[in-house]
């Protein structure tokens, strides 16, 4: 039997795989909507780069570590870049409200997971924390570069949130 801690931090591994993954996803749809020149397109690949680097050190902590990625990942490529694109489709400022969206709930994941780990993985709670950093730092430029002037934000922060909470959720399961 696997003891409940191990199985935790595997389920943390799981999710934190995936939900970079994802957002490696919903970037790569956001800039092939965008093209080479939109405003704000260099922002987005910046951060689309940091979040690959993300992806491949979770990749290589659950190869390490024997961890069974999500089954959902299927799902996460279509879904995230649809997302991705759909918002860069509504326009910069609605690419910008994505992350900004997408990067609050993040910060409170990690953050949660943070408090969970303590210092029973000093490893895997570096990463969480270094990475987390970099997520909250994307989600001040996304609002600095309008992502509260997107149309409809409420209503569209709020669907993005919903949906990145329903992700986590599922992804520590399946």
């Not at 759909?86 to 709930?105: F, H, R, S, V, Y």
């Not at 001040?140 to 569209?156: F, K, N, R, V």
Request: with cysteine; charged share 25%; glycine share 8%.
């Amino acid at each position: 039997m696997i003891p409940p801690a191990e199985k935790a931090r595997a389920a943390m591994l799981r999710v934190d795989q995936a939900g970079e993954y994802g957002a490696t996803r919903i970037y790569a749809g956001q800039l092939a909507v965008m093209g080479d020149h939109a405003p704000g397109n260099r922002l987005i690949a910046r951060m689309a780069q940091q979040e690959e680097r993300h992806r491949q050190r979770f990749d290589a902590m659950i190869a390490e570590r024997g961890v069974r990625p999500t089954a959902l990942q299927p799902l996460w490529n279509v879904a995230g870049f649809a997302l991705g694109a759909a918002t860069a489709l509504i326009g910069p400022k609605a690419a910008m409200a994505c992350t900004a969206a997408i990067e609050t709930e993040i910060d409170r994941h990690y953050g949660e997971q943070l408090d969970e780990l303590g210092d029973s993985d000093p490893e895997l709670a570096e990463a969480i924390a270094e990475f987390r950093a970099e997520e909250a730092e994307h989600r001040d430029i996304a609002i600095a570069h309008g992502a509260e002037e997107a149309p409809a934000y409420p209503l569209l922060s709020g669907a993005i949130r919903l949906g990145c909470r329903a992700a986590i959720a599922l992804s520590k399961k399946l």
